[in-house]
């Protein structure tokens, strides 16, 4: 038997906000929930409203002691969003310490990705194979690879297409002098009650017990490592960032009666709409752009079965008892 996770924690305080910034997507994947691509919230409110609260709530997080912040932008596809680059251009004049992160399909023009690369810390670059331009993303995966702290190639294993999908991830290595390479399995819809894809091939499902992470790194990464990072504390002693992909491929994403601080992750959805994480364990928080007063640290006792996302799983968190 593996080691099993006893605590994820966060060794400087930080906040961490997941804003899902519309449901616009240039993709329409089979395993996708319709939600998540529909383009019914194009969420085109004010910028100036938008800035004015998101002040108002990292100076509340900064009095009650947090040094650190992190934004992290999806969607849809986020960077399809007319006020992303603003808010991050704002974001970056605002705050000393920030990590600004994007989840994107990276079918963007390499133009746009040389002109806005620089406000990025990470990104987060999902391949979906049945929409994806595969020369694109190795165009725009290798220039990314060395002008980001971080950029995760998230695989999605798609069952039908399983190993055209592992034989990119083997060319992509071959490419890239800076690599980290998640090969990711399936959820049956990606929503929140989305449950783990079952694979009938029993050669599938060997694939991930000796295939989660691969990293590479011999070019320098250009900025100095992010503080606004959860570590997982494992019962053999060991201390280590925590990786969501490897949390839920060894089957430990599932926290119920842990106390968890969903207070450091504040979740906007597509309509505005603000909770604490995403997994719909705390109160709603009300609109972004309306009363933020709700919004600020707190504690839950975890009561769902299983973490699905990887925004969720990093929070930090304990078992009671």
């Not at 309509?271 to 709603?284: E, I, N, P």
Request: hydrophobic residues 35%; aromatic residues 12%; proline residues 5%.
């Amino acid at each position: 038997m593996g080691r099993s996770i006893v605590a994820i924690e966060a060794p400087s305080k930080y906040l961490a906000v997941t804003w899902q910034v519309n449901n616009f997507c240039n993709y329409r994947c089979s395993y996708c929930n319709p939600g998540n691509y529909s383009g019914s919230s194009e969420n085109r409110g004010q910028l100036d409203r938008y800035i004015a609260n998101l002040d108002q709530i990292l100076a509340r997080y900064e009095a009650a002691g947090y040094t650190e912040f992190k934004f992290f932008f999806s969607g849809g596809e986020p960077t399809a969003w007319r006020n992303l680059i603003p808010i991050c251009q704002w974001l970056r004049s605002r705050l000393q310490r920030l990590t600004l992160a994007v989840n994107t399909n990276l079918s963007r023009p390499l133009a746009w990705w040389r002109e806005h690369h620089s406000l990025f810390d990470d990104v987060v670059a999902s391949f979906h194979v049945e929409f994806a331009d595969k020369k694109k993303y190795a165009e725009t995966s290798l220039f990314l690879c060395d002008k980001v702290n971080y950029l995760a190639t998230k695989l999605l294993m798609h069952d039908d297409r399983f190993w055209e999908v592992a034989d990119y991830g083997e060319q992509l290595k071959a490419q890239m002098p800076n690599y980290f390479i998640e090969w990711t399995p399936l959820f049956d819809e990606m929503s929140q009650q989305a449950q783990p894809w079952h694979y009938a091939d029993d050669s599938k499902q060997e694939f991930f017990e000796t295939h989660s992470v691969e990293v590479k790194r011999s070019v320098p990464r250009p900025g100095p490592r992010a503080a606004a990072v959860s570590y997982t504390r494992y019962d053999d002693g060991s201390f280590e960032p925590t990786n969501s992909n490897d949390v839920i491929v060894n089957g430990q994403n599932f926290f119920s009666g842990w106390r968890c601080s969903v207070g450091d992750a504040v979740f906007i959805n597509p309509q505005g709409q603000m909770s604490l994480a995403s997994c719909g364990q705390a109160q709603d928080l009300g609109h972004v752009l309306d009363d933020i007063s709700s919004v600020g640290p707190r504690e839950i006792v975890c009561g769902k079965s299983h973490c699905a996302c990887g925004t969720d799983i990093i929070i930090p968190k304990i078992p009671i008892g």
